[in-house]
């Protein structure tokens, strides 16, 4: 018989508690993910506690603040956070002991990396990763700008596999850290829009996946999305923001950052 929690009450009064000297207060809840914030005059920091919509139990947390073009920054893209779950950067549980155990190990990452992670999210940027110029030029051209890519740097692609994967962020990343030491202009974000529009073109090309426009009232942002299977008859539609992930690395993420999602397509989820 599986242990029924209620994990609403657990998450809330660990992370509360724990938390409190840095006054984190709960704030809500929407789509398994549990919000905790801590007011800072005109700033807002905010911790996410999400329990996995396919597994409940696995848990993991994301940082955030309400910076404008501030992208949240996930458990496994903070440095040596590993987690031990299925997923990179989840944890595992299997009743209400070992979840608050799991809770409090959070807490330490947060206190330990993660108030710098919110220090970093708290600095506005020179360029934002929400440009919506940049996310329309993308989906309109992206075949054009994949082509510029080719030509300029004569990069090959024979598949999509860790060998190809290896090659192309060999070259992406040491451009990109080449393109810091520069201004930021017309000319660096020309290439960075290049880069993205080669890489989604490769999992159109051999992953099947498809180019789509996601736009409301103030904000743009062009995804390549693709089918990925998690179990034996199980599958979910994944989307890649490209513009997000190449700017993010420019403006200093590194290149775990960079590849992860890439790779992530070619991976296995064994969720059974």
């Not at 082509?147 to 024979?158: I, L, P, Q, Y």
């Amino acid at each position: 018989m599986e242990i029924k929690i209620n994990r609403g009450i657990i998450i809330k009064k660990c992370i509360e508690e724990e938390l409190s000297d840095l006054e984190f207060h709960y704030e809500g809840y929407e789509d398994n993910t549990w919000v905790f914030a801590r007011k800072l005059g005109k700033l807002t920091w905010y911790v996410y506690i999400y329990v996995y919509r396919f597994d409940p139990w696995q848990i993991t947390f994301h940082l955030g603040t309400d910076v404008p073009g501030k992208i949240q920054v996930q458990a496994h893209q903070i440095e040596d956070v590993k987690g031990d779950g299925d997923i990179p950067g989840y944890w595992k549980y299997h009743d209400e002991e070992s979840m608050v155990e799991v809770l409090k190990k959070i807490v330490a990452i947060i206190r330990n990396r993660g108030i710098d992670v919110l220090k970093k999210l708290s600095i506005p940027e020179r360029i934002n990763a929400s440009d919506n110029e940049m996310h329309l030029e993308l989906y309109i051209h992206h075949k054009e700008l994949a082509e510029a890519f080719v030509e300029r740097t004569g990069m090959v692609s024979t598949g999509y596999d860790e060998e190809n994967l290896k090659r192309w962020f060999d070259y992406m990343d040491s451009r990109v850290e080449e393109m810091k030491r520069g201004a930021y202009d017309s000319g660096t974000k020309e290439e960075l829009l290049e880069m993205a529009a080669f890489l989604g073109e490769q999992i159109v090309k051999y992953k099947g996946g498809s180019w789509k426009l996601w736009k409301n009232e103030k904000v743009e942002a062009t995804n390549i999305t693709y089918i990925k299977k998690i179990g034996k008859n199980e599958e979910v539609e994944e989307c890649i923001n490209l513009i997000r992930i190449l700017v993010r690395r420019y403006l200093g993420n590194n290149r775990n950052w960079l590849e992860e999602p890439f790779f992530e397509v070619i991976s296995e989820w064994n969720i059974y």
